[in-house]
């Protein structure tokens, strides 16, 4: 749209100062008669600039504006109406600079350039208007517009399309009351969308992750599973059920989904081979069990044989299997303790660490031998020194019982009375010395 023509300009303005030029006035008065044409022909010009101009810097601007329909469609047609004629006007003198200033009408005053300009007005007020929509319904509208966003993503269409188009249509609902200015029945109406929407969202994930395990495990209760295998049947119903609520409460973590969709796939399979198992069983004719049960001990028999060349036949299957686990133990600590060394090794400064450690290790395990030793001497000391203690106990008991009698004489020769030449028979004083020797 760009036809625009300086150079036919210019050629008028030489071909009006050639045609002065000829005639036998001096060349002054022709200068002087031709100011006010140079002087029309330069703002002609100019104002023909300013159009080019807008018309180059609106171009972008309306095209962008198609995407603001939401915002408002009677203004985003109101603005392609006025712009259209706009580019209508402007095409008339595009490639006709001169015809910029000429009357756009003989019922108008106006020129085209006039009409172009009152074009562009109404294109200004309208983008402006729309603007501002677009302003407050982004600030307002913030949470309905990263949900709706969030179920385009998921592509929640092509899961439940009627449910999605009724919840499209509330949500351009939204942006009509934003432009009608119902700011607060906005916020009430965005509310009941953000709930709907939620839903959705719910009602997608669950189709997608949870309706197969259903469907699942449907068919495996029409094939008895339920009855042959009360136990796991219930087991994978829980999973279910818990996967579900896993959905309900965040339909948008996948990685919690993840997890309880495999804990239901795998109760799942649990579910199928105990019943394929608990259906042999059944079907044995006469309790004819004896082939089924070596059946289980054989695959014992074979893990035992692949662990150690084991063959534990000779014991209880359970006493078979606990073997087994305590094999595969001792396994898995031996092959931790080579991979730790073979780190050690690796890395000398990890293996110097574990040496250290090895010593203090070590040093601690003789000062706690020696604390023992130390502490069983002590217990004998404090039981030799309980037993002294006994002994001299009764030795003072029987001093105190004997000590009143040997003082008699004494006490006697002390109150005034002759002390007695023989005053201790043998028979008193043996006795005494016997039990004090004791």
Not at 59 to 79: C, M, Q, R
Not at 90 to 113: C, I, L, Q, R
């Amino acid at each position: 749209m760009n036809r625009f023509n300086r150079p036919a300009l210019a050629v008028l303005i030489i071909a009006s100062l050639s045609a002065c030029q000829s005639t036998s006035e001096p060349r002054q008065a022709v200068s002087d008669t031709n100011k006010p044409a140079m002087q029309e022909n330069q703002n002609t010009l100019q104002v023909y600039e300013k159009a080019k101009s807008d018309y180059s810097a609106w171009f972008e601007k309306v095209a962008e504006s198609k995407t603001l329909v939401i915002y408002s469609k009677g203004t985003v047609n109101t603005l392609f109406d006025a712009w259209d004629d706009a580019v209508d006007v402007y095409d008339e003198f595009a490639s006709n600079p001169a015809k910029t200033m000429e009357s756009y009408s003989v019922f108008s005053s106006g020129t085209y350039a006039d009409k172009f300009n009152e074009y562009i007005a109404t294109v200004s007020v309208q983008y402006d208007k729309l603007q501002g929509l677009k302003k407050t319904a982004d600030s307002l509208l913030a949470d309905s517009i990263a949900e709706m966003a969030y179920l385009n993503e998921i592509d929640a269409k092509s899961v439940y399309a009627t449910k999605f188009r009724s919840v499209e249509r509330d949500y351009y609902k939204l942006y009509s009351y934003v432009e009608d200015n119902e700011i607060d029945d906005a916020q009430v109406k965005q509310a009941e969308f953000l709930q709907k929407a939620k839903q959705l969202e719910a009602l997608v994930a669950m189709k997608r992750n949870i309706a197969p395990l259903q469907t699942e495990i449907a068919t495996l209760r029409k094939q008895g599973f339920k009855t042959v295998a009360p136990i796991s049947y219930t087991k994978t119903s829980a999973a279910l059920e818990q996967a579900q609520a896993v959905v309900n409460l965040n339909p948008r973590d996948a990685e919690a989904i993840g997890v309880a969709v495999e804990d239901v796939q795998f109760e799942i399979a649990h579910l199928k081979h105990i019943g394929q198992e608990v259906k042999k069983f059944k079907n044995v004719d006469d309790d004819k069990f004896e082939p089924l049960i070596l059946e289980l001990e054989n695959r014992l028999h074979v893990i035992a044989q692949t662990l150690d060349d084991l063959d534990l036949r000779n014991t209880p299957m359970q006493r078979q299997a606990d073997v087994l686990a305590d094999k595969v133990a001792q396994l898995n600590e031996k092959a931790n303790l080579e991979s730790a060394a073979a780190d050690a090794n690796a890395d000398p400064q990890l293996a110097a660490l574990v040496a250290r450690l090895d010593a203090v290790n070590a040093d601690l395990s003789s000062k706690q031998s020696k604390n023992q030793v130390l502490t069983a001497q002590v217990t004998a000391l404090e039981m030799a020194n309980e037993n002294n203690e006994s002994l001299i106990g009764d030795l003072k008991s029987i001093i105190n019982t004997i000590k009143p009698e040997a003082l008699n004489p004494f006490v006697d020769q002390k109150a005034g009375g002759l002390p007695d030449t023989n005053l201790t028979p043998a028979s008193s004083v043996n006795p005494v010395t016997s039990t004090a020797s004791n």
